[in-house]
């Protein structure tokens, strides 16, 4: 039976640990425990989707115990293979530093930054000799390898695997080993990595370390696991309404799941929520601005969770167009000559551009393609749109555009 003193850290948002008696045993041994959490920079931004092993990290750390930060400049180049189904194309040098250094300011959001010891991977493997390689590689068989899902799968419809992808778990492994890791923390997927570390720390006569494995959070399209390749993410780093707003859009199904392993909420309101989400005793939308103002709170503070819902009440609720959109000279694009009552046809996806509410044609093009352009209400399906003085323009949920034509006011103020 779990003690009653860590029920919560070993129980809530957790998938699996091997092994909890063990682990226990560590608990109360009454020294300081070393949690290894590595990472690759193969990307720059975390979303929350890490987020939900980082807040295990942080209450290991409030009961005195001391993350290790593994920075995988090495296991970058090669990129995980977990999940995957095809090689990932190697990443330079310069691209796996840059994106290091973007990961740990997110990192240190969550994570207490004081408590945490940050190791590079190159501190051991920069001076492996081709000696060392061939013992470590000697440690495991080829079959062993192959007994992880995603390599048997590939290998089993013919899909190339590289020696590098394989070498990967033998280098996340020994980096339990460089550390002399008590716990590994990782997602469900990183299962087999870690228990390849477990074995590693015993063939060299080290004490297995523990894994402590939390699920895969759901990304927005509330089918696969959050990604960026996806695009199914919530970032860390994103602003307060781009959060808030993301956060209304997951389906109403992951609610009760998001709350659990991203929030603070007490288990006994998490779950009176579920019940009231089977009973339809509550509206889903309630329980969503809950949950994204909790969320933006952790991360902006609750000044900006506020603001982020006050916006979204205004803009999504009420419909009503914010105060503080931009705006866009509907003159200067007509003849000097033309009447001050006017209106003008413009192509839509060149003002985009111009205006800054898409990076390209091609973008505008899609997002017209998408019908995700609307002028003063109603979707835009052609380049050429029809503009007036204060017609709104909306692109996608969050980005708005007023025309205005200041000559025609200038004009109505003058005459007045």
Same mark, same amino acid.
């Given at each position: 039976?779990?003690?009653?003193?860590?029920?919560?850290?070993? =129980?809530?948002? $957790? *998938?699996?640990?091997?092994?909890?008696?063990?682990?226990? &045993?560590?608990?109360? /041994? %009454?020294?300081?425990?070393?949690?290894?959490?590595?990472?690759?920079?193969?990307?720059?931004?975390?979303?929350?989707?890490?987020?939900?092993?980082?807040?295990?990290?942080?209450?290991?750390?409030?009961?005195?115990?001391?993350?290790?930060?593994?920075?995988?400049?090495?296991?970058?180049?090669?990129?995980?293979?977990?999940?995957?189904?095809?090689?990932?194309?190697?990443?330079?040098?310069?691209?796996?530093?840059?994106?290091?250094?973007?990961?740990?300011?997110?990192?240190?959001?969550?994570?207490?930054?004081?408590?945490?010891?940050?190791?590079?991977?190159?501190?051991?493997?920069?001076?492996?000799?081709?000696?060392?390689?061939?013992?470590?590689?000697? =440690?495991?068989? $080829? *079959?062993?390898?192959?007994?992880?899902?995603?390599?048997? &799968?590939?290998?089993? /419809? %013919?899909?190339?695997?590289?020696?590098?992808?394989?070498?990967?778990?033998?280098?996340?492994?020994?980096?339990?080993?460089?550390?002399?890791?008590?716990?590994?923390?990782?997602?469900?997927?990183?299962?087999?990595?870690?228990?390849?570390?477990?074995?590693?720390?015993?063939?060299?006569?080290?004490?297995?370390?523990?894994?402590?494995?939390?699920?895969?959070?759901?990304?927005?399209?509330?089918?696969?696991?959050?990604?960026?390749?996806?695009?199914?993410?919530?970032?860390?780093?994103?602003?307060?309404?781009?959060?808030?707003?993301?956060?209304?859009?997951?389906?109403?199904?992951?609610?009760?799941?998001?709350?659990?392993?991203?929030?603070?909420?007490?288990?006994?309101?998490? *779950?009176?929520?579920?019940?009231?989400?089977?009973?339809?005793?509550?509206?889903?939308?309630?329980?969503?601005?809950?949950?994204?103002?909790?969320?933006?709170?952790?991360?902006?503070?609750?000044?900006?969770?506020?603001?982020?819902?006050?916006?979204?009440?205004?803009?999504?609720?009420?419909?009503?167009?914010?105060?503080?959109?931009?705006?866009?000279?509907?003159?200067?694009?007509?003849?000097?000559?033309?009447?001050?009552?006017?209106?003008?046809?413009?192509?839509?996806?060149?003002?985009?551009?111009?205006?800054?509410?898409?990076?390209?044609?091609?973008?505008?093009?899609?997002?017209?393609?998408?019908?995700?352009?609307?002028?003063?209400?109603?979707?835009?399906?052609?380049?050429?749109?029809?503009?007036?003085?204060?017609?709104?323009?909306?692109?996608?949920?969050?980005?708005?555009?007023?025309?205005?034509?200041?000559?025609?006011?200038?004009?109505?103020?003058?005459?007045?």
């Amino acid at each position: 039976m779990t003690d009653t003193r860590f029920a919560t850290i070993l =129980k809530r948002g $957790v *998938a699996e640990i091997i092994t909890e008696a063990e682990l226990l &045993r560590l608990l109360d /041994s %009454g020294r300081t425990l070393i949690l290894k959490q590595g990472f690759d920079p193969s990307a720059p931004d975390i979303h929350l989707g890490h987020v939900v092993g980082l807040r295990k990290l942080r209450q290991f750390q409030e009961l005195g115990h001391k993350v290790t930060l593994i920075v995988g400049d090495w296991t970058a180049r090669i990129g995980d293979p977990s999940g995957q189904s095809a090689t990932r194309p190697m990443l330079s040098p310069t691209e796996i530093e840059n994106n290091a250094q973007t990961y740990m300011e997110q990192f240190f959001k969550v994570v207490d930054k004081e408590k945490t010891e940050l190791r590079w991977q190159s501190e051991w493997f920069s001076q492996f000799t081709l000696d060392e390689v061939i013992k470590l590689t000697s =440690k495991f068989t $080829v *079959a062993q390898l192959l007994a992880r899902e995603d390599f048997n &799968r590939r290998y089993s /419809s %013919g899909n190339p695997i590289s020696l590098t992808e394989m070498l990967y778990p033998l280098l996340q492994g020994y980096d339990s080993v460089a550390i002399k890791a008590d716990v590994e923390f990782g997602g469900i997927d990183q299962k087999f990595n870690c228990l390849l570390g477990r074995e590693l720390q015993q063939s060299t006569g080290q004490p297995p370390q523990q894994v402590f494995l939390v699920p895969l959070l759901v990304g927005t399209d509330g089918k696969q696991k959050m990604s960026k390749s996806l695009n199914n993410h919530i970032g860390i780093a994103e602003p307060p309404r781009e959060m808030y707003g993301k956060m209304m859009s997951i389906p109403d199904h992951l609610i009760v799941e998001y709350f659990e392993l991203v929030t603070d909420v007490p288990e006994e309101e998490i *779950a009176e929520f579920g019940e009231q989400l089977k009973t339809h005793s509550v509206n889903p939308m309630n329980l969503k601005k809950r949950l994204a103002h909790e969320i933006v709170r952790q991360f902006h503070g609750k000044q900006a969770a506020d603001e982020a819902q006050e916006h979204f009440t205004q803009v999504f609720q009420k419909r009503e167009t914010p105060e503080e959109t931009r705006t866009a000279e509907l003159r200067s694009v007509t003849h000097p000559s033309a009447r001050l009552t006017i209106e003008v046809q413009r192509d839509i996806t060149i003002l985009l551009v111009e205006t800054g509410l898409a990076k390209s044609r091609s973008e505008a093009n899609r997002l017209l393609t998408q019908g995700a352009i609307e002028v003063d209400g109603e979707k835009v399906n052609s380049n050429l749109v029809t503009l007036k003085d204060g017609s709104v323009i909306k692109v996608g949920k969050r980005r708005f555009l007023r025309m205005v034509d200041s000559m025609k006011r200038k004009q109505e103020t003058t005459s007045f």
